[in-house]
């Protein structure tokens, strides 16, 4: 675990680059430091490998201070990766990979071995690579090379600074997927900085977006994508984000609250009378615990009702119990197959308790698309 | 001219390896002193300045001068000359050195830093190995320049193919003057040959084009 209390970094005693700053990185998480230029999140990651030293606050990693230990084994112990690669040009690429280990090990085969595996790793066939120079590669695979290397000498932690910003489009969505995939594999800590937020959602377990020094927001990307804490994190993250990725909605953001309901012990007469009153043909039957908790018991159509219009019937009697119902974080998208699937107008939202949410129905699903669709009016 | 070289042909061995004797100890005295040097002010901008200002006013004077000031501190003989020279070659030595590291990558200094390399390790595994044909670039001006600037040093009784060119001229044997100054430019050429070898054999593959 990294943590950093308290950190302020000053160079001239007024401007603080970096304001009070509070971050913990959990083991394993791939966290994503995002912002504008010149907000700090370099800064701040350059701190915990002592490149740049706090003025004041402390860094700890597993609870030690960094300051106690000696800078250059910290930093053999985190793996560190730059936008402008920074490979050794004198080098091949098999020495550049295991340029820091064969500082301390010796033992030139076996080094030469995990160089071969590491570059299997990043997908660089090493037959191919291993003993060419860097002049002879394109940016793609020497930043493959530079994530390689910052795997040699197996860290806990990686550093990467605005690592794919300098590739074009397609190799950076390629190595986007591959430090994903390396993550999954190897559960590094990683800390990661980037200006660009759709890189950072789709990275990031937990993106901190900073401003000036502080961080504003930091949160998973869904969370921030939903709930931006204020006007510059939703700036920052683009009002019409949600369209882009639907993945990201759930049931809970689709589903219709205030939906008529109507309690397990009323009659079919009165059931009758709430539908008429709120214009629709089906209602969520209920029954209610204690402290406004509602459990779903049941729906009823108004095919149920057909000349049922008494008193003695109740709804515990003709609902529909067996109704299919989703968890307010089934995804919108596995909500619309589970309907294609079951051939269903309404989807109940169901807690683990069995508690009662909301329902989806067709109109809401229309209405949260239309929602967050760009460009669309109102006519 | 061709009978001049056969009939004195142990003294113009001799004489050569005067010559390039005098003006490799400048060279590698210059080296010593001038690659440390030129790393030294690398991250100073106000020493380079001034080493850089100071080495640049020594080469505007006057080889005979230089020689002649030489005298009063050493005397006559190789001492003198062997300063002077040695004078001449550090200035392209320091500044090809200070060029040759600056010239240098930053972000590979960078990248070097942040994986724990000490600033030891970059400096002999990184800054110099890239360097070094810039490095060589200097040394091969200083050794060039110096066999030229050592015929010169006859004036002061330091020998060297200077010897052939005063003595031919002051008993006008033109095939003497013919003979030392064709010398000391093949020497110059061949110098300069051989260091282009060791430079390539230096710089590694990676850095060729």
Redesign the interface.
């Known amino acids: 675990m990294i943590q950093l209390q308290n950190i302020v970094k000053t160079y001239d005693g007024t401007t603080k680059i970096i304001d009070n700053l509070d971050l913990t990185i959990e083991d394993g998480e791939f966290m994503v430091l995002v912002g504008e230029s010149g907000c700090g999140k370099t800064t701040t990651m350059q701190m915990i490998?002592r490149?740049v030293d706090p003025t004041s606050g402390t860094i700890t990693i597993d609870g030690e201070d960094i300051t106690k230990m000696d800078?250059?084994?910290?930093?053999?112990?985190?793996g560190?990766v730059?936008q402008?690669?920074?490979?050794?040009?004198?080098?091949?690429i098999e020495q550049n990979v295991v340029?820091?280990l064969s500082?301390t090990s010796k033992d030139t085969e076996k080094n030469l071995q995990v160089a071969r595996d590491l570059l299997d790793k990043v997908d660089l066939d090493p037959d191919i690579y291993a003993s060419r120079?860097?002049?002879e590669l394109s940016g793609g695979q020497l930043q493959r090379v530079?994530v390689a290397?910052a795997l040699a000498n197996d860290p806990d932690i990686i550093?990467m600074d605005e690592p794919f910003s300098a590739l074009d489009p397609i190799t950076r969505e390629q190595l986007q997927d591959e430090i994903v995939r390396i993550h999954d594999e190897l559960g590094k800590t990683i800390i990661f900085v980037t200006h660009d937020i759709d890189e950072a959602i789709k990275v990031g377990d937990r993106i901190a977006v900073m401003q000036e020094g502080k961080i504003i927001q930091c949160d998973s990307a869904e969370e921030i994508l939903k709930n931006p804490i204020n006007d510059f994190v939703l700036n920052f993250v683009g009002k019409n984000r949600l369209w882009k990725t639907p993945d990201m909605l759930s049931a809970q953001d689709v589903m219709v609250k205030n939906f008529p309901t109507i309690m397990a012990s009323r009659s079919t007469a009165q059931a009758i009378e709430r539908m008429a009153n709120k214009e629709t043909l089906m209602l969520c039957v209920i029954e209610n615990l204690k402290k406004e908790k509602k459990k779903l018991v049941g729906l009823v159509g108004a095919n149920r009702l057909a000349g049922l219009n008494d008193h003695k019937t109740k709804m515990t009697d003709i609902m529909k119990k067996d109704f299919i119902s989703v968890t307010p974080e089934t995804s919108l998208t596995d909500v619309i197959n589970l309907r294609n699937e079951k051939g269903v107008k309404y989807i109940p939202v169901v807690d683990e308790e069995g508690l009662y949410h909301g329902i989806i129905t067709n109109a809401s699903i229309l209405n949260v698309l239309s929602q967050i669709m760009p460009g669309t009016e109102d006519y | 001219m061709i009978d001049f070289i056969t009939n004195n042909w142990p003294m113009i061995v001799q004489k050569s390896l005067e010559h390039v004797s005098l003006s490799f100890t400048a060279v590698i005295l210059a080296c010593l002193i001038g690659i440390p040097v030129g790393f030294l002010i690398v991250n100073h901008d106000k020493a380079a300045r001034i080493v850089i200002g100071a080495a640049n006013i020594i080469q505007t004077i006057p080889s005979l001068a230089m020689f002649a000031f030489a005298m009063p501190i050493f005397g006559i003989g190789t001492k003198p000359a062997v300063f002077a020279l040695f004078l001449y070659a550090l200035l392209p030595i320091i500044k090809n050195s200070l060029i040759g590291i600056k010239n240098v990558?930053p972000?590979?200094?960078?990248?070097?830093?942040?994986?724990?390399?000490?600033k030891t390790?970059i400096m002999f595994?990184?800054e110099i190995?890239?360097a070094i044909s810039v490095i060589m670039g200097g040394v091969r001006i200083a050794a060039v320049t110096c066999i030229g600037i050592t015929t010169i040093a006859t004036l002061i009784a330091a020998g060297g193919l200077g010897d052939l060119i005063y003595r031919g001229l002051s008993t006008f044997n033109q095939p003497m003057i013919f003979t030392g100054a064709l010398l000391s430019a093949v020497l110059a050429l061949i110098v300069d040959f051989l260091l282009g070898i060791v430079e390539k054999a230096l710089?590694?593959?990676?850095?060729k084009d």
């Open positions: 490998n490149l800078k250059i084994q910290l930093r053999r112990r985190i560190y730059i402008q690669i920074g490979l050794f040009p004198h080098w091949t340029a820091v500082l120079y860097p002049k530079g290397r550093l | 990558d972000s590979i200094i960078k990248a070097a830093r942040g994986m724990g390399m000490t390790q595994k990184v190995p890239l710089t590694s593959k990676g850095l």
